[in-house]
């Protein structure tokens, strides 16, 4: 059993950064990959970010690439998302979230383990 714990969100202007993370308990996490999702107010869930178990392999959405990068460190249990150049269409909670296997995938419905979500505000 894995328990996620989102954090680092909070209040910056366009073009700023932030960097969040997802800490997780359980000693099978560095086995698992990891992605970052959002939703935004009256918006579907949407992928971000990915990373495998060992960090080697990692995909992004369009919307986000060349300004968030995905990294993990498996002796802390962390996963990380950079985000840089943060745009106020970035506005959202972002969820980390786990998956009992070393393969990324793209959709919330193959990831079984979700963090509670921490709010990024982008103001314009």
């Known amino acids: 059993q894995v328990q996620l714990v989102d954090s680092g969100g909070g209040l910056v202007q366009a073009g700023g950064s932030l960097r969040l993370s997802c800490a997780a308990s359980?000693?099978?996490?560095?086995?698992?990959?990891v992605a970052w999702f959002r939703q935004a107010p009256g918006k579907e869930r949407e992928f971000v970010a990915t990373?495998?178990?060992?960090?080697?392999?990692?995909y992004y959405a369009n919307s986000v690439k060349g300004r968030f990068t995905i990294s993990r460190d498996n002796a802390k249990n962390t996963v990380f998302l950079q985000m840089n150049s943060l745009k106020p269409e970035d506005t959202a909670v972002y969820y980390c979230?786990?998956?009992?296997?070393?393969?990324?995938?793209?959709?919330?419905?193959?990831?079984?383990?979700w963090g509670q979500g921490t709010q990024v505000t982008v103001s314009s």
């Open positions: 979230a786990a998956r009992s296997s070393r393969l990324t995938r793209y959709s919330a419905r193959d990831y079984g383990y």
């Open positions: 359980g000693r099978t996490f560095s086995t698992y990959a």
């Open positions: 990373i495998n178990w060992n960090g080697d392999t990692t």
